[in-house]
């Protein structure tokens, strides 16, 4: 890890800054959103509902968790601009996205944009939650989701119609400077009605936006339906990618973190919609993301590598806590885990010519698009 003052960071000393400044969060003073109030994307500390990032050098955008108590903090140097410190010593500069009016919007029916996306880092358009899970119906919701953090703050998310997210999408991509979606939403039990959503949302957003202004993909995180041929209409439809998260390799704590996942589809049946994506679109048409930090690390390896070798993308997010949900009152693991898993995940990728979804400075959370940017050089330092 990086130390002293005026010390610029290179770009794997960001992957490991990345993952501190996730799991551990970062003091975030009042003075430091004062100072690029109407220049920057930077909503002030006292807002809960903020999706903040900050922008690493190398392009790396890392989610702002905000933590009073955390041994990094950011603040204004001597030439007035923000940096990050460690136990009071500079490490590196730092910068925000720049600003938009994107969090001002709200869609005809009267939701506000920020209540069914956010913008991540510079061009990424994430939704959330388009629909509510029907695994909260039955008290089976994994773990570590953000429904579960809502639900303990007494907020019901909206939903969002298909014009709804063609219309959050056109403004996005005129004045916000997207270039990549990514689609999220509840899990059904009906996972066919849950096919002909996702694709219902496409076409809306092709026909009333024009899919290919966005200049980089569009993809969907969905549960695996029972009959994988579903997932065909959600690619004729106009998706780049599809994806069925399989959280973490070990079944026995999949049941236990995913409970609703689990029961009403199961790992096998996720890795049978994975390998027929692939087996019919291709290679880097399907993907699936493991929380980096739940399992050890041997067993998450064990499934990227059989994801690879089938020509599925394995993709990782850096686990990141929070009250309430699996794990949270365990410590997360340290910095040699995720160089390990950053290293085999590189050699994956290079082996097998997987390309991860992703931007540059653009997922808060995802190392994937990170780690294939610098591919080479983490593989050289092994």
């Known amino acids: 890890m990086l130390s002293g003052t005026d010390t610029e960071t290179g770009a794997l000393d960001a992957l490991d800054l990345k993952v501190a400044l996730i799991q551990g969060g970062v003091q975030y003073p009042e003075r430091v959103y004062e100072a690029v109030a109407g220049r920057a994307r930077l909503a002030p500390p006292s807002n809960p509902f903020a999706c903040n990032c900050l922008i690493l050098p190398g392009e790396v955008a890392v989610h702002l968790n905000a933590n009073p108590s955390s041994r ?4 204004v140097d001597d030439s007035g601009d923000p940096a990050l410190y460690r136990d009071g010593a500079r490490v590196c500069a ?5 600003a938009s009016a994107y969090y001002e919007q709200a869609t005809s029916s009267g939701i506000p944009y920020g209540g069914l996306a956010v913008l991540e880092g510079e061009g990424l358009l994430a939704f959330f939650y388009m629909w509510a899970c029907e695994y ?3 008290g089976e919701t994994c773990n570590f989701c953000f429904q579960v953090r809502a639900e303990q703050m007494g907020i019901t998310l909206p939903s969002a119609t298909p014009d709804d997210v063609a219309e959050i999408i056109g403004w996005s991509v005129e004045h916000a400077g997207v270039k990549e979606v990514q689609l999220t939403a509840g899990s059904r039990f009906a996972t066919e009605k ?3 959503q996702y694709a219902a949302v496409l076409r809306a957003v092709d026909e009333k936006v ?4 966005i200049a980089s993909e569009i993809y969907c995180y969905m549960t695996a ?3 994988p041929e579903w997932t065909d209409r959600v690619f004729a439809a106009g998706a780049d990618r599809v994806a069925h998260d399989l959280h973490v390799w070990d079944p026995e704590l999949h049941a236990r973190i995913a409970p609703g996942h689990a029961r009403a589809v199961g790992r096998e049946a996720q890795l049978r919609s994975l390998e027929y994506i692939a087996g019919k679109h291709g290679p880097n048409k399907a993907f699936s993301a493991f929380v980096a930090g739940l399992e050890p690390l041997e067993s998450m390896l064990e499934g990227a590598e059989y994801l690879a070798r089938r020509g599925i993308v394995p993709a990782f997010s850096v686990w990141m806590p929070p009250a309430g949900t ?3 009152d365990r410590e997360p693991p340290g910095a040699d885990y ?3 898993a950053r290293r085999e995940f590189a050699r994956l990728y290079r082996a097998y010519g997987l390309v991860p979804p992703g931007i540059p400075s653009g997922s808060h959370v995802s190392m994937c698009r990170d780690i294939h940017r610098n591919m080479e050089a983490i593989l050289a330092e092994a």
């Not at 990094?72 to 603040?75: E, K, N, Q, R, W």
């Not at 730092?94 to 720049?98: A, E, G, L, N, S």
């Open 94 to 98: 730092i910068r925000f996205p720049r």
């Open 194 to 196: 849950e096919c002909a």
């Open 72 to 75: 990094y903090a950011l603040d």
């Open 338 to 340: 995720y160089r390990a």
């Open 326 to 328: 699996a794990g949270a």
């Open 225 to 227: 339906p029972k009959d």
């Open 210 to 213: 024009g899919l290919d202004r």
């Open 136 to 138: 909260v119906k039955t």
